[in-house]
């Protein structure tokens, strides 16, 4: 049977805090506080069996010439965790919040070293030039 996955919205920076094993270093309060409030940031966790195992983060822009537009900053999810399609959950849930927005597209940028993650977005359906093209 597989672990149950849920995927919850950090709001307060006490989440993004229990979370912060996931990212490249720790989760300092005003940091996230100024992340979590600004207009258009986003931070969905994912929890299996309710413990956070998985990140991705969110900005919505709206550039003059191309409308709004939901730019996948970053995603990851825990070396421990043994379960699977974390982070496809995750860029599916953004792909909804981001249509939900009215966003004709998710743009996401990834390290030109970054062959598993650039391996990762094309498994998800983004396109060489960075849009995942799921809105
Ligand atoms: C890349 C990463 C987020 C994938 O997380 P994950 O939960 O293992 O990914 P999923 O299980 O949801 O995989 C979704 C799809 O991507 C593919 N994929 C995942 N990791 C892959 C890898 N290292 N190489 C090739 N394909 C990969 C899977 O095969 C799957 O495709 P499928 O369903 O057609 O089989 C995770 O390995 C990670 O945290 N890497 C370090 C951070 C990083 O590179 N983030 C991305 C750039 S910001």
């Known amino acids: 049977m597989s672990a149950h996955l849920e995927i919850r919205r950090s709001d307060r920076p006490r989440r993004t805090r229990g979370a912060e ?8 309060h005003e940091w996230s506080l100024r992340f979590l409030s ?22 919505e822009d709206a550039p003059p010439d191309k409308g709004s537009e939901m730019c996948l900053y970053e995603t990851g999810r825990g070396r421990a965790v043994p379960q699977t399609g ?14 939900d927005r009215g966003c004709y597209d998710i743009v996401g940028p990834v390290d030109a070293d970054n062959n598993p993650g650039a391996a990762f977005y094309r498994a998800t359906g983004a396109r060489a030039d960075g849009a995942l093209s799921r809105c």
């Open 21 to 28: 094993h996931l990212f490249d270093g720790p989760a300092r």
């Open 38 to 59: 600004a207009p258009g940031h986003l931070m969905l966790l994912a929890y299996v069996e309710g413990v956070p195992a998985g990140f991705i983060t969110g900005i």
């Open 86 to 99: 974390i982070a496809r959950e995750l860029v599916s849930t953004l792909a909804a919040i981001a249509r």
